[in-house]
């Protein structure tokens, strides 16, 4: 399984980005559908940090308060992707953004992982850089 992360670049404060991560390789059957996606970010020196997720169903959507208003996270199963739409930007949302699958036997289709630790595929990460 590959997840491959883009639509990261340098856009000033108050500005907006989208980014995209396609996931590929699934074994057959079991679509992104049957999974939860996250994403991340991460600054040099600090922790990989929850920005937001969705479940396999979409019943459950998780926002970090940093974000949250600013941020909208959605799913295409069709196109096997997961998006992640930033507006109203700040320098302090500049980072390295990771996406991230769930795809543990043992998850639940309702749910998404708020922890890093419970996802077990992830994508290369695409630099968001914020001006102020």
């Known amino acids: 399984l590959q997840l491959q992360a883009s639509g990261g670049g340098l856009v000033q404060a108050g500005g907006s980005l989208r980014l995209s991560c396609v996931a590929s390789g699934f074994i057959p059957g079991y679509g992104l559908d049957y999974y939860a996606l996250g994403w991340f970010r991460q600054v040099p020196g600090k922790e990989r940090e929850g920005v937001s997720c969705i479940s396999s169903t979409g019943d459950d959507i998780y926002y970090a308060d940093s974000v949250k208003g600013r941020f909208n996270i959605s799913r295409d199963n069709a196109k096997n992707t997961v998006y992640l739409e930033m507006n109203s930007l700040k320098p302090e949302d500049t980072a390295v953004y990771h996406c991230?699958?769930?795809?543990?036997?043992?998850?639940?289709?309702?749910?998404?992982?708020?922890?890093?630790?419970?996802?077990?595929?992830w994508g290369q990460g695409t630099l968001v850089t914020v001006s102020s």
């Open positions: 991230a699958i769930d795809t543990r036997a043992s998850s639940s289709y309702y749910l998404c992982p708020k922890s890093p630790y419970d996802y077990d595929n």
